[in-house]
């Protein structure tokens, strides 16, 4: 078939589409067999609507969280629960950043949160501490939290990558696809309705789209049956304060959907 490699040449004739088409295979059929799926029999060329509209199924059968189906109470995600999942993170060598940590960097906040943060990865302050989003950006999404009429521990927040790239790069591709099955067992657990991106390296991942964060945020996306924002990073908007006002637009837009007023006490 035009654009797969033959079984023969496939190592060394691989294309970087062929490469991704793989990896985001594996992210899918890695939140499937943690949600309890461990076959699944895709075929044909329809394999990601087949997985989504799979996700989308098990996310609907949850989406009143905390209640059973006669709306009687149940137990909440434990912080307990995530720690497992801490434990694999902070003996994790996969990928080379690894070798280059000071601390891991897992994510901080409530374990049974509506919204969770997603950022790229931890920073210099961020890989000192072990807590994502502590420095000035940190500082600044503290503020944007407040301003949505929230606290930091209302939240979750976690990152892409768990360990910091050297310089504050980008993650390459390779330490994102190693690390993503962590977030993606994060979200399981925690479970949230709505989630915002901080910036195109989350928003990318996540959504399997190349286009700019301009042109990603501002409007919602499916993301396994999760509400989905992407906004600006809070670092980016130190650097542009005048953007601060669009990224408002787009914390405003989640208020509304969850139904918060803001602080002044008017509705968003």
Not at 174 to 182: I, L
Not at 250 to 260: A, E, N, P, S, V
Request: charged share 25%.
């Amino acid at each position: 078939m035009e654009g797969q490699p033959d079984r023969g040449t496939a190592r060394g004739v691989m294309s970087v589409a062929y490469i991704q088409a793989l990896r985001n295979l594996a992210l899918k059929l890695e939140t499937l067999k943690i949600h309890g799926h461990d076959k699944v029999a895709v075929t044909g060329d329809d394999w990601k609507n087949q997985m989504r509209a799979k996700l989308n199924e098990l996310n609907k059968k949850t989406a009143a969280k905390g209640k059973t189906s006669s709306g009687v109470a149940v137990a909440q995600v434990s912080d307990k629960s995530l720690d497992s999942i801490r434990a694999e993170v902070e003996n994790c060598q996969k990928c080379a950043l690894g070798k280059t940590r000071t601390n891991t960097v897992f994510g901080v906040g409530d374990p049974d949160a509506r919204l969770m943060f997603i950022g790229e990865g931890p920073g210099a302050a961020e890989d000192l501490q072990g807590e994502p989003f502590v420095g000035r950006a940190g500082k600044l999404l503290n503020d944007m939290i407040q301003a949505m009429g929230l606290k930091r521990s209302d939240v979750y927040i976690a990152n892409i990558v768990k360990c910091r790239p050297p310089g504050n790069r980008d993650p390459l591709p390779e330490e994102s696809a190693q690390c993503m099955p962590y977030l993606m067992r994060q979200l399981k657990m925690i479970r949230p309705e709505y989630v915002c991106a901080l910036g195109a390296v989350p928003a990318k991942n996540l959504l399997e789209r190349n286009e700019p964060i301009g042109k990603l945020r501002s409007s919602f996306h499916d993301f396994m049956g999760t509400q989905f924002m992407a906004t600006y990073h809070p670092s980016y908007l130190l650097r542009n304060p005048a953007a601060k006002a669009e990224s408002w637009k787009d914390l405003k837009m989640i208020m509304d959907k969850m139904g918060l007023k803001d602080p002044r006490g008017k509705n968003v």
